[in-house]
């Protein structure tokens, strides 16, 4: 069964950073075979796209487009999501997400808190 495990999250001050990870496990599974996401939860909010990673294609929210990078590491089978210059905005759950055609995996979340 595949397992995603996110970590990282943590209390910031605006303008800071933080690295979220994601480690990929169970089975076959492996990050080059899904395309991997990165999605948010605020209070109240829907969950929302942050960035996706599908082979070398990048894809970013507007909210976030300059301010974060998302790479994976095969040999780690790990996803990260790098934040700069964060903003109380950004403040949120933020899930991992692996999928393919016919499977979509989650994990159970980070909470990234950024203080004013």
């Known amino acids: 069964q595949v397992r995603l495990v996110e970590s990282g999250g943590d209390l910031v001050q605006a303008g800071g950073s933080l690295r979220l990870s994601c480690l990929v496990s169970?089975?076959?599974?492996?990050?080059?075979?899904?395309?991997m996401g990165w999605y948010r939860q605020a209070p109240g909010k829907a969950r929302e796209l942050v960035a996706t990673?599908?082979?070398?294609?990048?894809n970013y929210a507007d909210s976030v487009k300059g301010r974060c990078t998302i790479f994976g590491n095969n040999a780690e089978n790990t996803v990260y999501l790098e934040m700069n210059s964060l903003k109380p905005e950004d403040t949120a759950v933020y899930y991992c997400n692996a999928r393919t055609a016919e499977f979509d995996y989650w994990g159970q979340g980070t909470q990234v808190t950024v203080s004013s």
């Open positions: 169970g089975g076959h599974a492996h990050v080059s075979i899904f395309t």
């Open positions: 990673l599908d082979g070398v294609t990048r």
